[in-house]
């Protein structure tokens, strides 16, 4: 399991594949270098942490990871009106 954890103390646990499959869809939405490397430093060590981060670039990751998600739903959306 891999974990996304935020300032609110609430985290989400997910399956390591789907961590990975989101955290680097999400890398195609981020610009800046520092912010690709804490991506690829969530999924290296399995936890992306918002509240351990800047504050602005929790931000940044936050819009990535919701770009991403709703690029996968819409993925899983099609795949399934195509069976």
Do not use: C, T
């Amino acid at each position: 399991m891999a974990v996304i954890s935020f300032r609110s103390a609430e985290s989400w646990f997910v399956a390591k594949y789907d961590f990975r499959v989101l955290l680097e869809k999400a890398m195609k939405y981020v610009e800046n270098e520092s912010d690709q490397y804490a991506l690829r430093q969530a999924i290296y060590m399995e936890g992306l942490h918002f509240q351990r981060q800047p504050a602005e670039r929790s931000r940044r990751l936050a819009s990535a990871l919701g770009l991403a998600a709703g690029e996968l739903r819409r993925q899983q959306l099609l795949k399934k009106d195509g069976d």
